[in-house]
């Protein structure tokens, strides 16, 4: 079994900042592609917010440029979202994603985390 697991939420004034941290982990883990972060608001669909492949190629929600940043640490089987210049409309809970990681004993799929909230205040 693999689990990802975030921290890092919580409640912050608009204009501030918050780093998001997401560890993968499991038994001999030897392989993580694509990892990304989501959001997802009350009575609306998962959104993605960034995403970034094991060669470090990232993609950005046009809500987020500029403002975000996501980085991964491939040693650590890590990712970060470091969210600047927040605004009300970021309140959400996100969620870490793997497209696929691959261990010693299986191949896990579309692999998600429970989520953690952050409130930006006005």
């Known amino acids: 079994q693999v689990q990802l697991v975030e921290s890092g939420g919580g409640l912050v004034q608009a204009g501030g900042s918050l780093r998001l941290s997401c560890a993968a982990s499991?038994?001999?883990?030897?392989?993580?592609?694509?990892m990304g972060w989501y959001r997802q608001t009350p009575g609306k669909q998962r959104e993605m917010v960034a995403t970034?492949?094991?060669?470090?190629?990232?993609i950005y929600a046009d809500f987020v440029k500029g403002r975000f940043t996501i980085s991964r640490d491939k040693a650590k089987n890590m990712v970060y979202l470091q969210m600047n210049n927040l605004k009300p409309e970021d309140t959400a809970v996100y969620y870490c994603?793997?497209?696929?990681?691959?261990?010693?004993?299986?191949?896990?799929?579309?692999?998600w985390g429970q989520g953690t909230l952050v409130t930006v205040s006005s």
């Open positions: 970034i492949t094991s060669r470090g190629y990232t």
């Open positions: 499991g038994r001999n883990i030897f392989s993580i592609s694509t």
């Open positions: 994603n793997a497209d696929r990681i691959l261990t010693t004993v299986g191949d896990y799929s579309e692999v």
